[in-house]
């Protein structure tokens, strides 16, 4: 599984959505986050997309996000089912 988080360096939302995240990692069914500051991203959309939501957790970069502001436990949950 693979998780993709958008957000800012300075965030302390984003900061505590990540560690949120990793403390649902199962030990049995690791999974990667890529943790994206759109700030700092060469691509113009990424701010222009998330610049008041971040931080935005996706699951499927296909699909929908799974939240933003603060972690859906439920989501995530779904999501590694």
């Keep these: 599984m693979h998780f993709t988080l958008y ?6 939302l984003c900061q505590d959505m990540l560690d949120a995240l990793l403390l649902l990692q199962p ?4 999974f990667t986050v890529d ?3 759109i700030d700092a991203s060469p691509d113009a959309s990424l701010l222009a997309r ?13 699909q929908p996000e799974l939240c933003h502001y603060f972690l859906d ?5 779904r999501c590694l089912a």
Excluded: N, T, W
């Design 7 to 12: 957000s800012r360096s300075y965030c302390h």
């Design 27 to 30: 030990p049995d069914q690791p």
């Design 35 to 37: 943790v994206i500051d």
């Design 50 to 62: 998330f610049d008041e939501l971040v931080p935005v957790l996706f699951g499927d970069l296909a």
């Design 73 to 77: 436990e439920a989501a995530v949950r």
